[in-house]
């Protein structure tokens, strides 16, 4: 019974946090699809916004399974990750871009390491969900071209870029500090603190790479 | 050669005019989602814009495989479309949801009813993509609840969609001027003036039927 009750707390937030951030996701590539400056750039977005529902879908069914109402599950993840996106709101298409790729990617990883703690099926089922929809390879594309065209274009966007890790991080660091069940499970799972410093290393290495990607200055 | 010349033109602007119709329809539904009171109502529309986007991808690809850049195809309908959604946007979330029932109901009966002049395998295409998503439950469903809660939401709604309806039929005359081809086929499909008649007494008692369903006034 009592791993049961350890575990079962950050099953619910996770699965929580994640149905929530799905659902803010889409509603933001929604609003910077309309940035785009071509229709096939306004579709590729939205086709991206439209993958997060997807995800958003499998994830209330999942706790709606486990007994527990989607909306209570993601109810203490509303503020910090309103929050987030209310501070760091793109206000150019390339911007957005950004956010997609370093934003989603940062919170990606994240997710996918806490996965790994999980018990199954519900291991398998968030790694599915955070599963790249192919949104990488577009927004490489875009941003790579727009820098060609106007180098001062990749300073901005660094900038830009920097300024989503910080907000990510603050609103991780309140979100932690408030759900017992997931710190104890980042704890648990890590081991000690040498594990949340490699699980930090592998988080700032694979953000690295895709600044780099987007040939951005880390 | 004279046939082909005749319904290709339309073919194309049928599918362009669909193809931007879903894509201004998932802008237009996500949108309208953040002005839901519930997370179950935000998701529920949420969902709705993801189905259109998916029946814009089959539509942008079916205009690939007759050789027609999808952008080009939609863009004569870009400003009608716009000019419609920018004149009834909707400041409420009841309001949203009637534009989602009743003005996308209308309009995909006015669709469907062109489609049925359309050669195969068009025909089938633009007759699934506008198969109705399961939407119109969820709207039925809480515009009824808002009306027993308050009479006086119905007296507001009706003139709602009494606007919807207005603009819809100005911008569907605008486009209809201006592209021969589907004007083309309306007539010679419908074959007379009778035809013709005859299906706007189709779209105007299905627009009925729908109002009834929401307990407005037609």
């Given at each position: 019974m009592s791993a049961l009750n350890t575990v079962e707390p950050a099953v619910v937030d996770l699965l929580g946090v994640l149905a929530y951030a799905e659902l803010t996701a889409f509603d933001r590539l929604a609003e910077d699809a309309r940035l785009a400056p071509t229709l096939e750039g306004h579709a590729a977005l939205a086709r991206m916004a439209a993958a997060e529902i997807g995800h958003h879908q499998r994830l209330c069914d999942r706790l709606r399974e486990l007994d527990v109402e989607p909306a209570r599950a993601m109810a203490p993840f509303v503020r910090p990750l309103d929050a987030f996106h209310d501070s760091t709101r793109a206000s150019t298409w390339l911007e957005g871009l950004v956010k997609a790729y370093v934003g989603d990617g940062l919170a990606t990883d994240f997710y996918r390491e806490v996965a790994a703690f999980l018990p199954e099926p519900d291991r398998t089922l968030v790694l599915e969900t955070l599963a790249?929809?192919?949104?990488a390879q577009f927004a490489v594309r875009e941003v790579r071209a727009a820098i060609a065209a106007d180098r001062r274009v990749g300073g901005r966007l660094a900038l830009w870029a920097r300024r989503l890790v910080g907000e990510a991080l603050t609103q991780s660091q309140a979100v932690i500090a408030e759900r017992d069940g997931l710190a104890d499970l980042l704890i648990t799972g890590t081991g000690d603190l040498n594990g949340i410093a490699d699980l930090l290393t592998r988080l700032t290495t694979a953000h690295g790479e895709r600044m780099s990607a987007l040939g951005l200055a880390g």
């Open positions: 790249d929809s192919g949104h």
